[in-house]
């Protein structure tokens, strides 16, 4: 394994006042540069796709599709959306039509908010860098990125090329662990992005108020699947059971445990073994390291064990552990109850536990009696239900008869709600991330012939010429409105085949009437 060059110390505080000088020359002021910036960002990752594999596998285990399905082609998507985009972005707009201010010519101008942090994680330590790297970019930002320390060999490949591909007075990389993270949360930034645990999160965030710096958390959270008999089975399976093995279980918008009515817990374990046996024939072993991914370091290796040996469920499969290889082999307890130790905190590795309820409404009894998640998932082919679940419950996203992919679709926000999280990354919205919206009239001197009452002393006459502004309001109601029950799904379609039979009843009734006069 690649041995990772720490920053030293003493140059923390001189990459910090380079890139606020790197700012300060408004180099990135250019939408041109900001876009040359971001292409050569692209070639960095197409250019060295085959040594981020590796980096990759020698960090994670991580089997080369994997690799470019959920970082590779992720981060060059990312970063080509944003290159075509950033001209449209960066353009001030106009608020909606005001008669009481449009002639002041408002405008929202989008500005850089300065040097930022980005503080990215092990799991994803590519995409979950690239991406943000590229939102600050097209911000026009300046950026200190801190990769993990866990990843050595990514973090060493990112050392080594940023520097050749993009320019060193707006982009910089310091490595290292606790003393250099502690180091450059002590200095002044004009945002931060942490991607992480909750406990770092809570670190991250303090370190911030000092200075009332904004802050981005991405923090994950254990992430709930809720199955409804009435699901397409097989499909629900093979994707629940590919978004918890995945890169190993090490994804924060990965399943975490599932709720299953106590009565389809047996046919839906079935369905979970033929996913895996499908998954995973001999010829693909997941104990072959082509095929899955390895736990990232000897204590998270040994907190998921823990877990998995404290459980008092029922294996349905897997379970078979190496601590000489990080391998923790794909693994569904049944019957698990809400005070396990799978339960106990997020899992981040691959053991899957299923919780037996009633029904959906102790199902999301359970949901709302924890922390809001990252993710939560539903697998069901009934609309009302779907509707039921998302309206009754929080959740940084809201996702039906999927897993993971998600944070990769185009146009949607990534981020979570109270401990999963705050603020939100991906495509636009991490432009949006890094920018100032500032605000701005042009007043003309005339507006005095209107607004001069503001000024004192300040008369009757003056007062009643303010008054004459006070917005009107709608007329009063009588009272609160009735809160309607929410109408079942299949009461509407009685309903509305209630309103055909009568119309068509009706029109043969004229008919008839025409016919015999």
Not at 141 to 155: D, G, I, R
Not at 281 to 297: E, H
Not at 365 to 392: C, W
Request: charged share 20%; with cysteine.
């Amino acid at each position: 394994m690649s041995q990772l060059v720490f920053t030293p110390l003493e140059e923390i505080d001189k990459i910090h006042a380079e890139l606020r000088t790197g700012y300060e020359s408004g180099k990135l002021k250019s939408i041109e540069y900001r876009k040359y910036q971001l292409l050569q960002l692209g070639y960095l990752v197409k250019d060295n796709s085959q040594r981020i594999q590796e980096a990759l596998a020698a960090d994670l285990g991580r089997p080369p599709l994997e690799s470019h399905f959920l970082e590779i082609s992720s981060s060059i998507g990312d970063i080509k959306h944003a290159y075509s985009n950033v001209e449209k972005w960066a353009r001030p707009e106009k608020p909606a039509f005001s008669l009481n201010f449009t002639v002041m010519r408002p405008v929202i101008y989008k500005e850089a908010k300065g040097v930022v942090l980005i503080i990215s994680p092990f799991n994803y330590p590519v995409w979950l860098t690239i991406g943000p790297v590229a939102g600050a970019i097209s911000a026009g930002n300046s950026v200190v990125l801190k990769p993990s320390e866990l990843t050595p060999a990514t973090s060493s490949l990112l050392a080594e090329l940023i520097p050749k591909y993009l320019d060193s007075d707006l982009v910089r990389v310091v490595n290292g662990a606790i003393p250099e993270t502690t180091k450059l949360l002590s200095l002044q930034w004009d945002h931060i992005m942490y991607t992480g645990s909750g406990r770092v999160g809570k670190i991250v965030a303090t370190a911030a108020a000092k200075y009332l710096t904004p802050v981005t958390l991405e923090l994950g959270g254990k992430s709930p699947v809720i199955i409804d008999p009435d699901c397409d089975l097989t499909t629900a399976a093979r994707r629940i059971l590919w978004g918890k093995v995945v890169n190993a279980g090490q994804t924060c918008v990965a399943p975490d445990y599932i709720l299953v009515p106590k009565s389809f817990q047996d046919k839906f374990v079935e369905a979970l073994k033929l996913a895996h046996e499908s998954f995973y024939p001999k010829s693909a072993d997941p104990s072959l390291p082509a095929n899955y991914s390895r736990i990232i370091t000897p204590q998270a290796f040994k907190r998921i064990k823990g877990l998995l040996d404290n459980t008092q469920g029922d294996v349905v499969f897997g379970g078979q552990t190496d601590e000489a290889t990080k391998f923790i082999a794909p693994t569904v307890v049944k019957d698990v109850k809400a005070d396990d130790s799978l339960m106990s905190e997020e899992i981040f590795g691959p053991l899957l536990p299923i919780v037996p309820v009633e029904d959906v409404d102790e199902a999301i009894a359970f949901i709302n009696a924890r922390d809001h998640p990252l993710a939560l998932y539903v697998f069901s082919q009934n609309a009302h239900f779907k509707e039921k679940v998302f309206n009754n419950t929080q959740s940084g996203a809201a996702i039906a008869n999927e897993t993971v992919i998600h944070p990769g679709a185009e146009g949607l926000p990534f981020g979570g709600v109270g401990p999963s999280g705050y603020g939100a990354h991906t495509g636009k919205f991490s432009f949006d991330t890094f920018t100032h919206l500032r605000s701005s009239l042009d007043s003309p001197g005339w507006i005095d012939r209107i607004l001069g009452f503001r000024y004192p002393p300040y008369t009757d006459s003056k007062f009643k010429a303010a008054m004459r502004l006070l917005p009107s309001l709608p007329a009063r109601p009588a009272g609160p409105p009735a809160v309607a029950a929410r109408t079942k799904w299949w009461g509407r379609w009685f309903f509305l085949a209630f309103v055909v039979a009568v119309a068509g009843g009706l029109t043969n009734r004229l008919k008839t009437m025409r016919g015999s006069s």
